[in-house]
Every structure is written in structure tokens, then in C-alpha cells.
């Protein structure tokens, strides 16, 4: 049994848009932070954003901010991550994480993973 499922990575045009969902499974999913990250060919895996479980604080990486949006709805248990002005550099597999502890997501240690999304971006 997987704890998150993301889903919605895809082949895409530079300039283009996808959006990543990730639904957990946790009854107590409003009290979680979320968050994304990506791991290119040959690199470490590192953080993309991550949203606390209020929703109102959010964490973005500096590639990504202006282009990148994490949201949240509580009702469905699921993550958002929208992707627009996507970059050939973008290219990488995505996954999401959770833990109960805001740090410890923004510091990459969550203590839950997804089995991952690939996203890749054509020039």
C-alpha cells in the first residue's frame, strides 16, 4: 500500500504547462505538509515546493518561483503542482513526499514517498 500516489508527468513542449497530482492516503492528510521534489539524470534529488497543512505556507525553490504554483484541497487529499513556462532543464522525475513536520519536508527528509512522475521537456 502506497501512503502518496503522484500522477500527470508527460512529454511536453518547451513554453508549455502540466500539472502534477498527488493524492495521499492519510486520514489525517490536513495536518501534513506536501511537498514536490525532482531528480534530473545524473543529479541528487532535491526540493521543488512544499505547502504546510493549513495551506497558507508554501516553499519554493529559486529555479521555480514565478513558475511553479503548489496548492492543496484538504477535501480530496490531494497536492497540486502546476508547471507553466516549462524549461528543458525542468526534465526530471517528480515525486511527492509527506511527513507531519513542516521542517522536515522543507529540509528533504519526509518521511513518506511516491513512486514518482517522469516530466520531460523537448526543446
Known amino acids: 500500500q502506497e501512503r502518496v500516489v503522484e500522477s500527470g508527468g508527460g512529454l511536453v513542449q518547451a513554453g508549455g504547462s502540466l500539472r502534477l497530482s498527488c493524492t495521499a492516503f492519510e486520514r489525517t492528510f490536513e495536518n501534513y505538509t506536501m511537498g514536490w521534489f525532482r531528480q534530473a539524470l545524473g543529479k541528487e534529488r532535491a526540493i521543488v515546493a512544499a505547502i504546510a497543512g493549513s495551506g497558507s505556507t508554501k516553499y519554493y525553490s529559486g529555479s521555480t518561483v514565478g513558475r511553479f504554483t503548489i496548492s492543496k484541497d484538504n477535501a480530496k487529499n490531494t497536492v497540486y503542482l502546476q508547471m507553466n513556462s516549462l524549461k528543458p532543464e525542468d526534465t526530471a522525475m517528480y515525486y511527492c513526499?509527506?511527513?507531519?513536520?513542516?521542517?522536515?519536508?522543507?529540509?528533504?527528509?519526509?518521511?513518506?514517498w511516491g513512486q514518482g512522475t517522469q516530466v520531460t521537456v523537448s526543446s
Open positions: 513526499a509527506a511527513d507531519p513536520s513542516y521542517r522536515a519536508v522543507v529540509n528533504q527528509h519526509p518521511g513518506y
